[in-house]
């Protein structure tokens, strides 16, 4: 009792100090971790590069321009719209200030509560966030400092680590005990293959996304359209909090500016069927299931990201997650906690490609 309970406090006290060496030693640890993933996701081309006798440094530089450029016409793309939509901050004011009062003329009409008495905080906190929000756009056009001298760090850091990457396999054998070295390859492999794979797999399904959103909404009609379709899809990354956020920005940009709540509905419809295909087509057929991790355990780790790194934590614990499993599944000591956050193939119940998937299956034996 007493060896289980000092192992018990070291490993709370281990994971008070790693948690808190996370959140004081952010600023590196975040571009280094980008940087990780970035090296990850490229490494397929620079192989491929390498394949067709390109020297490793030329290959490497070459796919990290090409990158760059595909996000760098991302980013013009959105810049545009979003001068745009910044000028557009005093008409949103003055449509929200105007619903308000309609909103509130419905509540007198139903309840007999005075309009002066009703929603008057919420007005007025609004109304401070529209004010500031033109401000916000512009310092997304026009960036910081900090965030060019982030995003040099992480392109040297993501040289180096394709530049090295066998020296940092042949260093992780090099402390490995012999008789460990075979299991030890795996896990490696294995966490290459499941960070490659999700990360492609997550980028394609925005970018289809995106496509899908900004052609529902322009068919809609709703002004600046491919801004929300792409925001949205990019939101998408996040699981639970940027798909609401993502579809809850357009539908209420809608309803503020437009005199139907025809628009309103319309835009939500778009995003309803937009995350319908995605969850049960789009996912599971692109992403499948390479990050095996329960509802729950995501959840978690969204907290714990948000809180530690902020945004960038919400998006990079995902597939850290996905990385601990399979170091936690390949360490006989640790299979126990691998199985507390893994998720067996029947847990959520099949999804809607995966029934037409058996279906078909089902059929084509039948025809055998």
Not at 32 to 47: E, G, I, K, N, T
Not at 52 to 73: E, N, Q, R
Not at 111 to 137: C, M, N, W
Request: with cysteine.
């Amino acid at each position: 009792m007493h060896s289980r309970l000092f192992n018990f406090i070291l490993l709370m006290l281990f994971a008070f100090l790693f948690f808190g060496g996370l959140y004081f030693a952010r600023n590196f640890f975040i571009p280094l971790s980008f940087a990780a993933l970035l090296a990850m996701l490229l490494f397929p081309l620079v192989h491929k590069l390498e394949s067709w006798k390109v020297p490793s440094g030329v290959a490497i530089v070459l796919s990290i321009i090409a990158f760059f450029l595909v996000v760098g016409a991302v980013i013009t793309i959105l810049s545009t719209q979003i001068a745009g939509f910044a000028q557009d901050v005093p008409l949103i004011k003055e449509n929200m200030t105007s619903r308000i009062e309609e909103i509130q003329e419905i509540i007198h009409q139903k309840t007999g509560v005075a309009p002066d008495r009703q929603l008057s905080i919420l007005k007025q906190r609004l109304s401070g966030f529209l004010e500031t929000s033109g401000t916000y756009a512009q310092r997304i056009l026009t960036g910081t400092t900090g965030t060019l001298a982030t995003f040099g760090i992480v392109v040297i850091y993501t040289f180096f680590f394709l530049l090295y990457r066998n020296r940092f396999i042949n260093f992780t054998l090099k402390i490995t005990p012999v008789k460990d070295e075979r299991r030890t390859r795996n896990v490696i492999d294995g966490i290459s293959k499941v960070t490659q794979n999700y990360l492609t797999g997550v980028l394609t399904v925005v970018c289809i996304l995106a496509i899908m959103n900004t052609t529902g909404l322009l068919i809609v009609g709703l002004p600046h359209a491919i801004f929300f379709g792409v925001m949205a899809a990019i939101l998408n990354i996040i699981p639970y909090v940027g798909t609401f956020i993502g579809g809850l920005i357009p539908t209420v940009y809608a309803f503020i500016t437009q005199d139907s709540l025809g628009y309103a509905a319309a835009t939500a419809a778009v995003f309803i069927v937009s995350q319908f295909i995605e969850n049960n087509f789009l996912t599971p057929l692109i992403v499948g299931s390479k990050v095996k991790v329960n509802p729950l355990a995501t959840i978690i780790s969204l907290f714990i990201g948000g809180f530690l790194w902020g945004v960038a934590g919400m998006i990079l614990f995902i597939p850290f997650l996905g990385v601990v499993k399979i170091i936690f599944d390949n360490v006989e000591s640790l299979e126990p906690y691998g199985y507390l956050i893994g998720e067996d193939e029947g847990d959520g119940g099949p999804t809607v490609w995966q029934r037409i998937k058996s279906k078909l299956g089902k059929l084509l034996n039948k025809g055998s």
